[in-house]
């Protein structure tokens, strides 16, 4: 994708993923005493379940919609992402406003998450163990399987939900809304799998024409 985009004078940049999380109280550049923080560039900000300890998931959803200026459909998509899988992206944002909406939603008892987007993908071609020759995969830890919005090149919507539901085993529900969250955001979260589990799916997934990604947690 960098080498068309490039070609059609698109500037683009590639970085690899190595994240850690960072909460409310962490957020000042104040506390970068050694330079940690991905200052200039560009934030994950995430929706912890913890959230849904006092409050419903319609607040929630509300909070999204007039902090963050999601739609109601997003708003309750990311909801529901988070209630089922613990986490779920809300958007990307430059730091001044991850940090902004980060302490109007805690303000407001919504729990969330910045996560620095310092990251590397890998695809079908790229999980074996043998090419781990920098020790650059996690392969005692866990790791997210993602849904890529390229399934639906040649596949439905209704074919996508239904393969991770007879691969991955997701409920119908939880397949749908990974599903619905791809197309909308052009990836999603699956789930979290050790390694040799998450190169099994992906492999299956694979050889059905279903486009997936794994990233390791190293958080």
Partial sequence: YL????????VCEMVPIEEYRVTAS???IGNDQ???F?????????????SFANKTKED?????????GLSREDAELVTSQAQQHGVSLIEEFPL??????????????????????????VTASET???????????????????????SFANKTKEDVSRCLNEVVGLSEEDAELATAQAQQHGVSLIEEFPLEYAEAYLEELTSRGIVCEMVPIEE
């Fill in 128 to 150: 074996s163990i043998g090419n781990d020759q920098n020790g650059l995969f996690n392969l005692n830890g866990m790791w997210e399987l993602g849904l890529i919005d390229d």
């Fill in 96 to 121: 001044e406003y991850a940090e902004a909406y980060l302490e109007e939603l805690t303000s407001r008892g919504i729990v969330c998450e910045m996560v620095p987007i310092e990251e590397y993908r």
């Fill in 38 to 50: 991905n200052l200039n560039g560009m934030w994950e900000l995430g929706l912890i379940d913890d």
């Fill in 60 to 68: 929630v959803s509300r909070c999204l919609n007039e902090v963050v």
């Fill in 34 to 36: 050694n330079g940690l």
């Fill in 26 to 28: 962490e957020t000042s």
């Fill in 3 to 10: 080498e068309e985009l490039t070609s059609r004078g698109i």
